[in-house]
């Protein structure tokens, strides 16, 4: 490499060399240094954890109360922290069987720019992945106007209409 790094320093544009192997798989010599927010490896993704939020009473709070939805709320949160890993692994494993393609010798610095930029389009569709899921996940849910098990998404109320003594059935989604 040091020859070669010379003689390009001293020859940038004539310098050619053609390879025998002109593929390379990544995984030969790209290494991953992978790290997710703490709170994925924590206590609150636990299955203990949500367990121990859990109370078959739990409507009984009342919806302001975050009793009424921790348990709820730390299980979406444990199994977004699974998704986010399940697609960065599989992103891995895209990097690690993507191939380096050139049929001369490059520099270092081409390389480098070379798989630098494959990395970040699989980082950003990796990204792309998780946002269209959270998307969908969120239209979906406004969409279909979901009713949570424990009534903590919906409040019902009765008001009289018109001076009536009627009361309407109004249903008032649960904004806060």
Do not use: M
């Not at 081409?110 to 990796?126: C, D, R, Y």
Request: negative net charge.
């Amino acid at each position: 490499p040091d020859i070669f790094n010379q003689l390009y320093v001293k020859y940038p544009e004539t310098l050619k060399c053609t390879c025998s192997n002109v593929t390379l798989p990544y995984e030969t010599f790209v290494s991953h240094k992978i790290t997710f927010h703490p709170v994925c490896s924590s206590i609150f993704v636990t299955e203990k954890w949500i367990k121990a939020l859990y109370f078959s009473n739990a409507s009984q709070y009342g919806a302001p109360d975050f009793r009424t939805i921790a348990n709820s709320q730390f299980e979406l949160l444990a199994k977004f922290c699974l998704l986010s890993g399940q697609i960065v692994q599989q992103n891995r494993i895209d990097i690690d069987k993507n191939e380096f393609v050139t049929i001369n010798l490059l520099c270092e610095e081409q390389v480098h720019i070379q798989v630098n930029t494959t990395v970040e389009s699989l980082k950003n569709s990796a990204s792309l992945r998780i946002i269209s899921f959270l998307n969908y996940f969120r239209t979906n849910t406004q969409a279909d106007y979901h009713i949570s098990a424990l009534n903590t998404n919906l409040l019902i109320t009765t008001v009289p209409i018109l001076d009536t003594p009627d009361p309407q059935l109004l249903r008032n989604p649960i904004t806060e």
